[in-house]
Nanobody, 118 residues
Framework: QVQLVESGGGLVQAGGSLRLSCTASGRTFSSYTMGWFRQAPGKERENVVAISWGGGNTYYADSVKGRFTISRDNAKNTVYLQMNSLKPEDTAVYYC???????????WGQGTQVTVSS
């Protein structure tokens, strides 16, 4: 079992930055692919970014390319999402997820709200 806890959400003005963190319990964090998803009211959940267990492979949705960066520190059991040049359309609940391979996730965090004001 893996438990995930997100932090770092909040309210920011358009053009600003936030860094989300997701810390995992358990000793096998380094073997999991990690991803960040988001869901805005009335919209489907979107896979925003992902990173392989070693960090060598990453995925970015077109909507965030060039603005968001995913990274991980396996020694700290933590994955980060650096979000720059935020837009109002980035407003959503952001969830981190862990899985044995990219795009197949088994564990989810509780989510953290990100609100970008115009």
């Amino acid at each position: 079992q893996v438990q995930l806890v997100e932090s770092g959400g909040g309210l920011v003005q358009a053009g600003g930055s936030l860094r989300l963190s997701c810390t995992a319990s358990g000793r096998t964090f380094s073997s999991y692919t990690m991803g960040w998803f988001r869901q805005a009211p009335g919209k489907e959940r979107e896979n925003v970014v992902a990173i392989s267990w070693g960090g060598g492979n990453t995925y970015y949705a077109d909507s965030v390319k060039g603005r968001f960066t995913i990274s991980r520190d396996n020694a700290k059991n933590t994955v980060y999402l650096q979000m720059n040049s935020l837009k109002p359309e980035d407003t959503a609940v952001y969830y981190c997820a862990a899985g044995v391979r990219m795009f197949e996730y088994n564990y989810w965090g509780q989510g953290t709200q990100v609100t970008v004001s115009s």
